[in-house]
């Protein structure tokens, strides 16, 4: 727990802290705070988190949707959801992309890996049937 203590909030200077932020740890006041699910937020993680709750971002869509198109037999699209998708779970993890984008990037992830696996097994069967055409 964070000692409050002449504490004053990150917005407002005159203002007492009542409180950290719950997801990035800046001190807010009463006015500034946002109580959810019994967690406080300052109002930047509140917009990111409680706003956008409904919807994730158009790059973990984008994520979700390569991955099914790479599993329709275009595994390379799928591999470029895969990144896709750690990109945007590292920028959810940082706070720069809504919570709500979570539940997309892991079914980004778990269409990019299908698709890496058989893109693998592509190129091997492909090379396969390149050197036994070249005997």
Request: aromatic fraction near 6%; hydrophobic fraction near 50%.
């Given at each position: 727990?964070i000692?409050?203590?002449?504490?004053?909030?990150?917005?407002?200077?005159?203002?007492t802290?009542?409180?950290t932020?719950?997801?990035c740890?800046?001190?807010?006041?009463y006015g500034?705070?946002?109580l959810?699910?019994?967690?406080?937020?300052c109002p930047a993680c509140a917009k990111?988190m409680v706003?956008?709750?409904?919807?994730g971002?158009?790059?973990a869509?984008?994520?979700?949707?390569?991955?099914?198109m790479?599993?329709?037999?275009?595994?390379p699209l799928g591999?470029i959801?895969?990144?896709?998708?750690f990109?945007?779970?590292?920028?959810?993890?940082?706070g720069?992309?809504?919570e709500?984008?979570?539940?997309?990037?892991?079914?980004?992830k778990?269409?990019?890996?299908?698709?890496?696996?058989?893109?693998?097994?592509s190129?091997v069967?492909l090379?396969?049937?390149?050197?036994?055409?070249s005997?």
């Open positions: 727990m000692a409050l203590d002449g504490a004053h909030c990150a917005l407002h200077p005159t203002a802290a009542s409180g932020c719950d997801r740890g800046a001190f807010v006041c500034c705070e946002t959810f699910e019994g967690k406080r937020y990111k706003q956008p709750l409904v919807r971002s158009n790059q869509y984008a994520a979700v949707v390569l991955g099914v790479g599993l329709h037999c275009m595994f591999v959801g895969l990144v896709l998708a990109i945007e779970d590292g920028a959810i993890n940082r720069e992309a809504p709500a984008g979570r539940g997309l990037v892991k079914a980004a778990v269409c990019g890996y299908i698709c890496a696996v058989l893109t693998g097994m190129a069967i090379a396969g049937v390149i050197f036994s055409a005997r």
